[in-house]
């Protein structure tokens, strides 16, 4: 997360790249963790490259099945070693049922 010296108004937020590094750590130890994971990345400000101070995360996880309805999901997914602010979003054998253009 953003860091706050002393008492001071300025935050250092953390780079594209250590964002990008973190993300793909963080990928790494969920796919050990979760056997109904196919898929994980990113979307979004970061994704595009355009990201800056305040901008947050987009991940999507393309997962082969849940017993975890769908609105309590993200809840299960620990986000915080993340170094920004992070929303993780769920698709359900989308890369077998949609049509890619």
Same mark, same amino acid.
């Given at each position: 997360?953003?860091?706050? =010296?002393? &008492? &001071? ?5 953390? &780079? ?11 990928? *790494? /130890? ?6 109904? *994971? ?7 400000? =970061?994704?595009?490259?355009? /990201? ?29 070693? *993340? ?5 993780? *979003?769920? /698709? ?10």
């Amino acid at each position: 997360m953003p860091v706050r =010296y002393s &008492s &001071s108004q300025v935050l250092k937020w953390p &780079s594209r790249l250590a964002v990008e590094e973190s993300v793909r750590r963080w990928a *790494l /130890a969920e796919r050990g963790r979760r056997p109904e *994971l196919l898929r994980l990345g990113y979307f979004g400000s =970061y994704a595009r490259g355009d /990201a800056g101070v305040g901008s947050d995360l987009d991940i999507v996880a393309v997962i082969r099945e849940s017993e975890t309805p769908f609105e309590r999901r993200a809840i299960a997914w620990d986000l915080n070693p *993340l170094p920004v602010p992070a929303e993780i *979003l769920f /698709a359900r054998m989308l890369e077998q049922e949609a049509v890619w253009l």
